[in-house]
């Protein structure tokens, strides 16, 4: 994603025009405009007005490589309903195929109770509810996973 881009959808995002945006910055809507189509860019003082305008640090509005804002946004926007109609497992696989074939070679009932009583444990000595409970424990095989990874460098 362009700079530009970036600007258009921080502005869009916070429902502003180019009018109310070049008013409060005391410029040109066409100026704003040759910013979000990259034609010119903003100085750095205008960055870091356009930056508190948005809401967002200097930093997050000139990180146009890789916008994760976008896809918290979209995670935050996705219903409980629509999450359910997802099949997980079949999306991750198209990244990670071993999330399709475990399933013939994993002695999954035996994995399955030992991860039940993780559950439990985190049920009775937290108060987790059963989501709750699971998105814990999810987190912390990803602490697991990150630390290990880090060993072994």
């Not at 034609?39 to 205008?46: G, M």
């Not at 985190?122 to 990803?142: E, M, Q, S």
């Amino acid at each position: 994603m362009s700079l530009g881009n970036h600007l258009y959808n921080a502005r869009k995002n916070k429902g502003l025009s180019q009018e109310a945006v070049a008013e409060k910055l005391g410029v040109s809507r066409q100026t704003i405009s040759k910013w979000e189509t990259d034609e010119t860019l903003p100085d750095i003082r205008q960055s870091k007005r356009l930056a508190m305008l948005y809401g967002l640090s200097l930093d997050e509005l000139i990180e146009f490589d890789l916008d994760i804002r976008e896809i918290q946004d979209v995670i935050d926007r996705t219903s409980e309903a629509v999450s359910e109609k997802i099949d997980w497992t079949k999306a991750w696989s198209r990244k990670y195929p071993v999330l399709a074939r475990y399933q013939g070679q994993v002695d999954i009932p035996y994995y399955a109770a030992e991860l039940w009583k993780l559950l439990i444990d985190l049920k009775k000595k937290y108060g987790y509810n059963d989501l709750d409970a699971f998105l814990v424990l999810k987190d912390i095989l990803a602490v697991v996973w990150k630390s290990r990874k880090t060993q072994q460098k």
